[in-house]
């Protein structure tokens, strides 16, 4: 198994995957997830192959993007045994993969320690300053307005108010943004978004400042 070569051929594979999606999944937030998901590894001294190679896939299955969940998850496992990548390695990539997105909250915990470092990089990858532009991009690709005083943020969501529900981009950081700070698992992370985090809450103040005309 020649890790950089997979690694090299991932690259690739995304791009033809991911390439032009607008919706905040584009290569570089696949390139992101899996550069802050290897530096994660090294603090945390896991796996780093694992980590960046699950970060550059982690979205190729993602149900907006397939037909169904089960044929983006097909996809992903040809693709890996088409690169010879070991049995083992497989199977933990793709149970990563299939815990880790967010989906309104409430699914299972992420079993292993490169499940829980790829995690914390996607999430830290839709907070601050990048986190609030994947937000309005997303946004504006799904019809919703930047903001309305009128429409207030939902309490509680659920997988199918989360996707089908109506909101706003500014609540979404309150229905998911705000909320991730303290759902990190490692340490690293958790130090990574405090900061973003706070970033946020300066955006959001100076956001109604203006609004306010204040
Ligand atoms: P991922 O699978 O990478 O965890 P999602 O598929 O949930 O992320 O969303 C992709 C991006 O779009 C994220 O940055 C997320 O915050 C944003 N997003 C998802 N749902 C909404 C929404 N209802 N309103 C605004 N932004 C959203
Ligand atoms: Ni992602």
Redesign the pocket.
């Known amino acids: 198994m020649n890790k950089e070569r997979i690694l090299e051929e991932a690259v690739t594979f995304v791009k033809s995957e991911l390439g032009a999606d607008s919706?905040?999944?584009d290569f570089w937030?696949a390139y992101r997830?899996s550069e802050l998901a290897g530096r994660i590894a090294r603090a945390e001294s896991a796996d780093e192959f694992v980590c960046r190679l699950t970060g550059l896939i982690?979205?190729v299955a993602?149900e907006?993007l397939n037909d169904s969940e089960e044929s983006g998850l097909m996809k992903v496992r040809s693709w890996l045994e088409r690169q010879q990548v070991e049995f083992g390695i497989i199977e933990t990539m793709m149970e990563i993969i299939q815990t880790m997105?967010?989906?309104g909250g409430g699914q299972p915990p992420v079993r292993t320690m490169e499940g829980k470092i790829v995690q914390d990089a996607?999430?830290l990858?839709?907070i601050g300053a990048i986190?609030i532009a994947?937000?309005?991009?997303?946004?504006g690709k799904?019809g919703?307005l930047i903001y309305d005083p009128n429409l207030k943020p939902r309490e509680e969501i659920n997988k199918e108010s989360?996707?089908k529900g109506k909101?706003?981009?500014v609540?979404?950081f309150y229905?998911?943004?705000l909320k991730l700070k303290d759902m990190m698992n490692t340490p690293s992370a958790q130090a990574l978004a405090e900061e973003r985090h706070q970033f946020m809450l300066t955006y959001l103040e100076r956001f109604y400042q203006e609004w306010e005309l204040k």
Do not use: C, I, P, W
């Open positions: 919706s905040g999944h937030h997830v982690h979205d993602d907006k997105s967010f989906k996607d999430r990858d839709a986190g994947r937000t309005f991009a997303y946004s799904a919703q989360y996707r909101s706003t981009a609540n979404h229905e998911k943004l």
